[in-house]
């Protein structure tokens, strides 16, 4: 296979990309020509069993509260959400009544600092399609920007490259779908390369606490700001119980050096998936929230020469991905959570769902937006106190899977699922007001479509007559 290395370079120069980001992709593209194939086997690793808990760290309050100056909050904040029909950053999607994901971000900072008196920046990491959607929504919080300081900084773009020559993509119409975002493993390099890296360091900012802009329960808690601190890490990862909800995600596991890693679902070999999807084996997965030590990144990013090694995610795709019939092209992604592997101290701290509630699919929309989670007065969006994990729901992909005609069919606000263990729907039902669906719910609709009135009770299996509007 022919090495197209030189290609790269020159195309990558010629969309003005910094040398750290160019020789980031080099890393990883020489490995996929290479031959490596990017899997963690159970030779590797093995489970981890026992970790500190978030819930029993009061004893470090004082050191994380009087730390809190030196914190920046980074949110991710590049997707679109193109996967629920969204064209616009998906932060914007409301999801408790007309609050966005922004709008509940920007009240958390502004909330926390109200109630500890001490100000930290909020800083979002976009990519070029985001950023403008993003400072226009936060402007309508004056106070919440800090002089010197913008309000977020750029993740880089890279460039696909075909399936079968491995040559960097061309689109004959369309530049634009030759480029991919490389994964949130680059909110280090776009932090370096930015200079808000050492800006914040000037600054005194030791710390950032980073999560995806889609969870809400992600805030900033000096309990575990303190135990990282006392504990002198350089980085930590927030992790949470896997239940049958999560088991095709990521998993946290230790390799045979003792060391913390993560193994993601691209990473699993063919052979293992069943055993990877094991919740009691591999007990913990990976929240995508970090708190990391600013001077040990800057010291890693100098020992490496700007190109961090995180594990490669070898993504394949489609050239145009509203075209299956496109080429197929390979997208060289990283995870943030791989770096646990490379801070000489790093460690996971196991948190409860109240710091979880993330919104990838329509699915988990229906979730947050409904009685199963609360809004709380410091606008975090956590489960209700009588559950201990969210409702397990399947919507038909036909008829919910993008936003517009999701929101047709709940166009009187969700069901209750405050009762609801799983929630199954095969074939296409509207929902008046006032639907309570309690325990393992699942409703079925052969042809046509049917209406669950208001007020009504639904519990285990349900089959409903077209236009049938009775339930």
Sequence with gaps: MRDWTAEIVNKMRGEGL??????TFCHHYRRLVSGEQGTVDRRGIEPVSELADGSRLQT??????????AVAVIKLNGGLGTSMGLERAKSLLKVRGELSFLDLIARQVLAMREATGVSFPLLLMNSFRTADDAERALSGYPGLAMEGLPSGFLQHKVPKVFADSLRPARHASDSELEWCPPGHGDVYTALATSGLLDDLLERGVEYAFIS?????GAVLDPLILGYMIDNRLDFLMEVADRTPADRKGGHLCRRRDGRLALRESAQCPEDEVEEFQDVELYRYFNTNSIWVRLPSLRSLLDEHHGVLPLDTLFNRKNLDPRDPDSPAVIQLETAMGSALTLFPRAEAVRVDRSRFSPVKTTNDLLGVRSDAFVLTD???VTLHPSRTSPPTIVLDSRFYGMVDSFERRFAAGPPSLRACSSLEIQGDVDFQAGVVLEG????????????????????????????????
């Design 440 to 471: 393992d719910v699942r409703i079925r609709v052969d042809r046509g479509a049917a209406v669950l009135v208001a007020s009504s009770r639904v519990t285990g299996e349900l089959e409903l007559p077209q236009n049938d509007p009775r339930a």
């Design 212 to 216: 995806n802009a889609d969870n809400l």
């Design 60 to 69: 470090h309050r004082a050191t994380g509260t009087a730390a809190l100056g």
């Design 18 to 23: 910094a040398d750290a980001v160019i020789q």
């Design 378 to 380: 410091d606008s975090r």
